[in-house]
């Protein structure tokens, strides 16, 4: 069980969450899929270079980041999607590619798709290719404190 660490934030902070096993996947339309839950309720964490500094972008999994829309948010110079070989080692306990849009237990900021906001629950990786926690929206915004704002383009 890779996220140990986030069930006892979670668990710490008193919130109410589930747990979806799944068949392993690989993306996340494909494990929306798999946990039969539409894919704009399952958020799917992208790792962002803004300039000289990494970021979180969650969205729903029916979604592209648009890093035209990052850029001109940030005000940013340079942005591009990192390489998993550029933060694997931020996230020793999750499978390559299914980190938990939790940046504040990874000391990065998270910016989250405005279109995510309109569900009550969400779903996201939770370390494994296997695994999915569900949450109220709301309850995932109090713990992480997210910027929101329209990063995305819908597939």
Avoid: W
Wanted: hydrophobic share 40%; net charge negative.
């Amino acid at each position: 069980m890779p996220m140990n660490r986030l069930r006892k934030h979670l668990d710490d902070h008193n919130i109410q969450y589930s747990v979806i096993d799944h068949s392993p996947t690989f993306t996340a339309q494909k494990t929306a899929a798999s946990a039969h839950i539409s894919g704009k309720e399952v958020a799917k964490t992208v790792i962002v270079n803004v300039d000289d500094e990494m970021i979180m972008v969650v969205l729903p999994a029916n979604h592209l980041v648009d890093l035209k829309k990052v850029k001109e948010f940030m005000g940013a110079e340079e942005v591009s999607l990192a390489h998993e070989s550029e933060f694997e080692k931020r996230f020793p306990d999750c499978d390559v590619g299914t980190m938990p849009p939790f940046g504040n237990l990874y000391d990065m900021p998270v910016y989250v798709a405005e279109s995510l906001t309109e569900d009550e629950d969400i779903a996201f990786n939770a370390g494994s290719y296997r695994e999915l926690l569900q949450m109220k929206f709301a309850d995932f915004e109090k713990l992480v404190n997210p910027v929101v704002g329209d990063f995305s383009i819908e597939m």
